[in-house]
């Protein structure tokens, strides 16, 4: 096996011991340990067979118990997945055992300060279960080597050469420092990944949310702020809906029922967009939007009379009618649901204008006398007479035919529907 699939593999074998509900994090850290302790295993055997060809019996007994031991631990984790003991019994083992190795060398210098090896028990803690639990390990390295000093001139040794000394020294230094680089490496690639992997899951959050919601409003979600909810004293609401919608669905298959809203409502989107509007939402074949809301503006009035005018005209190029209905006042705006989150509106001027839909005619857009007023002196209205709304009683609305033959309207933001 390469080494770079050594890497993918401890992955795999970690994916294997996780747990359902392990966060990505904890996946790393045994990803991590499994890694540490495959090739800690690999490092004692190479030292037993060292040792027991250089002829030191009793200490390379030592690392060949450590292999021995940690691959049942291993076995033993693979079996159960009871991480926690299994993580407890690999780091006493890293912190007991180069002790007693070293020990069975006689001390420092005949095993090149094998002690320093124990140092991957509080390493591995502090990496692999978090700070609160690598103090412990630490004053426990702290301890080994105190006693291991105290011990130093009291212990018998095997006779080493001044040579295989030095060689000792330079092994461990540099087999410890590589396996801890190695170890941090990984851990820290690991982390990386992971971070990416949550800063693109948080960049699509934020897209999904705009999406649905106002860009305000989004930002203010992803602030935290909870509840969102603000009062607006004068905006313009429009809603619509599509004549005759339900006895064409009838008529059509599903796809094609389908494929038309979906044509027209896209091309109301881009009116939205074009005079700066905000949509609401829609429901079957009705659509709602609003000027004024997140953002006050003063001019809301005649940006929703100019894409009213717009929709008649996309509805009549399609062959088909749509019913309008406008109304201005207050209105109370917000964000309700905690998953699946709804920007929507509420007040006497969004049920009015609800009911100046419901109660108009077929290609007509019907107005408020409110509305009227606010721009009798730029648009052109007929007056349709005495209604009975329901819910509000006899009202006299308007109908909107078009602009006044001096206003020449333009649009707020975007670009026009259609242009390049």
Do not use: C
């Not at 069975?104 to 210098?109: Q, R």
């Not at 212990?155 to 330079?170: C, L, T, Y």
Request: charged share 20%; net charge neutral.
């Amino acid at each position: 096996m390469g080494l770079g699939r050594l890497p993918r593999s401890i992955a795999e074998l970690a994916e294997i011991v996780a747990l359902p509900d392990d966060s990505q994090d904890e996946r790393l850290r045994k990803a991590t340990f499994l890694l540490s302790v495959g090739v800690t295993i690999i490092l004692g055997l190479v030292w037993a067979a060292a040792f027991g060809f250089l002829g030191y019996r009793l200490p390379a007994s030592v690392p060949l118990a450590y292999s021995i031991l940690a691959s049942l631990s291993l076995a033993f984790f693979i079996r159960t997945k009871r991480y926690p003991l299994f993580r407890s019994i690999h780091l006493s083992l890293m912190l007991i055992l180069p002790f007693l190795f070293q020990l069975s060398m006689g001390g420092f210098v005949a095993s090149g300060a094998m002690v320093m090896w124990s140092f991957m028990a509080p390493i591995g803690a502090l990496v692999l279960a978090g700070t609160r639990h690598g103090v412990p390990w630490f004053v426990g390295f702290v301890a080994l080597v105190g006693l291991s000093g105290f011990l130093d001139q009291s212990i018998p040794g095997v006779e080493v050469s001044q040579g295989r000394v030095i060689a000792f020294f330079v092994f461990n230094i540099s087999a410890l420092s590589a396996l801890v680089y190695l170890l941090l490496q990984y851990f820290m690639r690991g982390l990386e990944r992971t971070r990416a992997a949550l800063e693109l899951e948080q960049e699509k959050s934020e897209r999904l949310l705009l999406n649905v919601l106002p860009e305000p409003i989004a930002r203010r979600l992803m602030d935290g702020e909870e509840p969102i909810a603000d009062a607006f004293s004068e905006v313009t609401v429009l809603f619509a809906d599509i004549v005759d919608f339900t006895q064409m669905s009838d008529r059509l298959a599903p796809e094609q029922t389908v494929q038309m809203l979906n044509e027209v409502f896209s091309v109301f989107d881009q009116l939205v967009e074009r005079w700066g509007l905000e949509k609401i939402k829609t429901i079957g074949d009705a659509y709602m939007a609003v000027a004024g809301v997140p953002v006050s503006r003063p001019d809301h009035a005649e940006a929703v009379a100019e894409m009213a005018l717009a929709m008649r005209e996309v509805a009549v190029a399609r062959h088909l009618e749509v019913r309008i209905g406008i109304d201005s006042g207050p209105v109370v705006a917000g964000v309700i649901g905690r998953r699946k989150f709804s920007y929507d509106l509420w007040g006497d001027t969004v049920n009015t204008a609800s009911r100046m839909e419901s109660h108009g005619l077929p290609g007509e857009i019907q107005v408020t006398p409110r509305l009227y007023r606010r721009l009798s002196e730029k648009y052109r209205f007929r007056p349709r007479g005495p209604v009975a709304v329901k819910g509000k009683g006899e009202m006299e609305p308007y109908l909107l035919m078009g602009r006044a033959a001096d206003v020449m309207a333009q649009p707020t933001r975007g670009r026009s529907v259609g242009s390049d």
